[in-house]
Structure formats: C-alpha cells, structure tokens
C-alpha cells in the first residue's frame, strides 16, 4: 500500500508540473486517435459502396461502360449517363461497334466510348463484317467503314433483301425483285446487277448463278467453274454439282466442273398394285407392274419400264398404281394435290 501511495504522488506531481496546454492534448488525444481509425475504417468500406450504386446492368467494351437493358449507357465511374432513352442494342460477340435504336431510328455505336458513329437517321442495320456495316433508309442501303465514314453517298436501291452482310469482301444485292448483283467493298460491282438469281455456297466457296437462259457457277475469283443452258444447278454439300437438263436428266460434275456421271438418281423405287384378291389372312395382295418409280436429286419422281429406260421427265410428286397398267402421277403435294393418269409406256390417258 505504500509503494502505491509513493506512485501516485509521483503521478500526481508530474501532472501538476504539466502546462496547461500539454493537460488538454493528453486528455484529448485517445478521443482524436479514436475518431481517426474510426475516420479510416469507414472510409475503406464506403469507397467500394459508392462505386458499387453504380454497377448495374451489362458491362460493354473496353473501357467498363456499362447498358442497362431498354434504358441507357452509364460511365459507373463518374456515375454518368451517356446515352439515354435507348429502345434496343444490338451486340455481336466480340466487336466494339454495336447497333443502337432510339426513337425509331438506328445508328452505330462505339462500346468503348459510347460515341454514336453515325447519325441516328436509318431505318434499318445490320452488323458490321468484313470491316463494313450495312443500313436502309427508306429503299436505299448505305455502306459504312468502322469509323464511321460512308463509302456511297448516293444510296443503293434495295429490293427488301432479308440480309445484308459481306461475306469474303462481296455482297449479294438484289436492285430490283428481278436483277441481282455482287458488290465490293468500295461499292463497285463486280458481278452486274443483270442476274436472275445469284446464291452463296459458303462451304465450297462457289456462287451459283443464272443469267438469262444460262446457269452459272464462280469460283470466288469470278472465274466460271460450269455453265450451261441448264434448267437448274445444285451446289451439293458434299457430292458436287448436280446440273438439270430441261428433260430432266439430271448429270453429276466435281466441283471444279469435271463431268463424273451423265445420269443420276437419288433412289429407285418398286410400282406395285392391289390385285384386288386377299390372302388367307384376308390382307391386301400386290403384285409388281411392269415399271420402276425413279426419284431425282429433288425428290420429284418420274417413270421407267423394266429395263430401267425413262418413260416420263422428274415431274411428279408421287407415282401410283391403279392397274398394272395404268398410274396416278401427281403434281401437288397435301391438299393441293391433283394429278394425271398415265400408261406403262408413259404416255398420258384422257
């Protein structure tokens, strides 16, 4: 108990011989250190909740940007919105510009800075490919480069297409619901719009082709691979060229135009009919005529005696046996069905 009365006096005497202002700092000191730490440790979670109000929605680009889905694009760092009433953006996987809609209207957007490329004047967008963006006002299309720049001043007609995107550096375009071309990338055409019909093969890189009276198939060079006054060519996916005559005889070339078979069929099929006698189990009895049902790369169907000779063209939808000479050819399918008899020769009955 002593030493404690020794120490205290000892306290006491240092504090009295204190200042008065030293007193106040020691006594106030605990109090500020408090509140400092407290300062701290409530700052170094606000931070992350003040950015964290502004995280919503999908992020877009490179630069964090983030949509709000039918709404806006908001910088989340300042808090910002940079584009607003948006109906609808459209994203390709991977890209940077992106189609805005707003008001009814279309433009494209860059996602990194959320800066409109274009004027929101178009119709119609379609999403950039092969470094070019493709939109309608009214009935004229419009070419654009990615930053923005028009390549045609002057509009091009369009003729309703369901698509516009460039594929290998072209572009199919059809003016007019009868002519149809192929365009560059600076808006020359390559291929006139004089055609009738011009179609991608994206597997074998081929253009099919009529022009007139002729059938026509390119390389993607433009050079001709085979032509014809055919009826129609087919771009087999993995067989080759399958060219229609107008008799329909149907011929098999390789795809660098090389003839591998004069006549082809996809199947050939028996012609039975009913007897009208039945078997012991009271079933139906059929017996062979005396002609085959031929089936072309198109799935129509045309007749063939015995020695496998063509009787009929590939112009029906179905073959059947009333007699044993006399058949049922159709030309409808479902309920627009309707058709023609015929005899085992081919020829047509009244």
């Not at 001043?153 to 594929?167: D, H, I, N, T, V």
């Not at 006054?229 to 098999?252: C, F, M, P």
């Not at 009895?285 to 063509?310: A, Q, S």
Request: glycine share 8%.
């Amino acid at each position: 108990m002593k030493d404690f009365t020794n120490i205290w006096a000892s306290v006491r005497s240092w504090w009295q011989a204190r200042s008065l202002a030293t007193r106040l700092f020691l006594l106030c000191a605990p109090v500020v250190l408090s509140a400092a730490v407290y300062s701290l440790s409530r700052s170094g979670h606000s931070a992350p909740k003040a950015i964290q109000k502004h995280l919503y929605g999908e992020q877009i680009g490179r630069n964090g940007l983030r949509y709000k889905h039918g709404a806006h694009i908001y910088d989340p760092v300042s808090g910002k919105i940079l584009v607003d009433s948006i109906q609808w953006l459209h994203i390709s996987p991977g890209d940077s510009i992106a189609i805005l809609a707003k008001q009814g209207r279309r433009a494209y957007i860059n996602l990194n800075t959320a800066e409109l490329l274009t004027p929101l004047s178009f119709d119609k967008a379609w999403e950039f490919a092969c470094d070019r963006g493709v939109m309608s006002s009214k009935d004229s299309l419009y070419i654009f480069r990615r930053d923005g720049s028009q390549v045609n001043m002057q509009g091009l007609p369009a003729a309703g297409q369901y698509e516009y995107l460039y594929y290998k550096n072209r572009l199919v375009l059809r003016t007019d619901y009868e002519h149809v071309g192929l365009l560059d990338t600076t808006c020359q055409w390559v291929l006139e719009p004089v055609y009738s019909k011009i179609e991608t093969s994206y597997g074998r890189m081929l253009y099919n082709t009529r022009l007139g009276d002729e059938c026509i198939v390119y390389d993607f060079n433009l050079q001709p691979v085979l032509r014809g006054a055919y009826k129609s060519i087919d771009v087999d996916w993995s067989e080759g060229l399958i060219a229609t005559e107008h008799n329909g005889i149907q011929r098999l070339f390789d795809y660098e135009g090389k003839l591998l078979y004069k006549v082809i069929y996809k199947r050939i099929e028996p012609l039975e009919y009913n007897t009208g006698r039945q078997d012991k189990d009271g079933n139906d009895i059929f017996e062979p005529t005396d002609c085959y049902v031929y089936v072309d790369y198109n799935d129509k169907r045309g007749l063939m005696d015995r020695h496998y000779h063509v009787l009929t063209p590939p112009q029906f939808y179905k073959i059947e046996a009333q007699t044993r000479h006399v058949f049922f050819a159709s030309f409808g399918e479902y309920s627009s069905r309707f058709g023609t008899l015929i005899d085992d020769h081919g020829k047509a009955l009244r």
